[in-house]
């Protein structure tokens, strides 16, 4: 198995962008797209625990969409051939420091985040 190909790292890389960007702004439709629509996806956020795509579509419905911007302090993503990925970021947001971890699998429609998950720190730890 081929370890971060570089155009694979470049697709992911821009999926993550692309859920980041929808993130910020709280585009919905996009977060909705980019999560795998299946009883098996999981995210486990920061006050959260849910399974299932309709779980965590409710919880996106429903959440607030104001003090959601955020600084990214760094991203590892790593491919593990052509279909499968991980990306972890580390993120500054109100003076806390904030961890995610996301779980990429290509799918016919493209990559598709199958497994999340955020948890908050102290900004001095």
């Known amino acids: 198995m081929q ?10 890389t821009a999926a ?13 439709t996009v977060l909705d797209e980019l999560f795998w629509n299946d009883i098996r996806t999981i995210r486990y956020g920061a006050t ?15 959440r607030p969409s104001v003090g959601l911007d955020r600084r990214l302090l760094r991203t590892v993503i790593t491919t593990h051939g052509r279909d499968f990925a991980t990306a972890n970021t580390t993120f500054e ?12 699998v290509r799918h016919a429609e493209g990559w ?6 955020v948890s908050m720190m102290p900004l001095d730890s």
């Open 48 to 62: 959260e625990i849910l399974h299932g795509y309709a779980e965590i579509m409710a919880f996106r419905a429903g």
């Open 16 to 28: 993550f962008m692309r859920y980041e960007k929808a993130l910020v702004a709280n585009d919905v």
């Open 112 to 117: 598709r985040v199958v497994a999340a998950h």
């Open 3 to 12: 370890i971060d190909i570089p155009e694979i790292v470049a697709e992911v």
């Open 93 to 104: 947001r109100n003076g806390r420091v904030g961890r995610q971890s996301q779980t990429w």
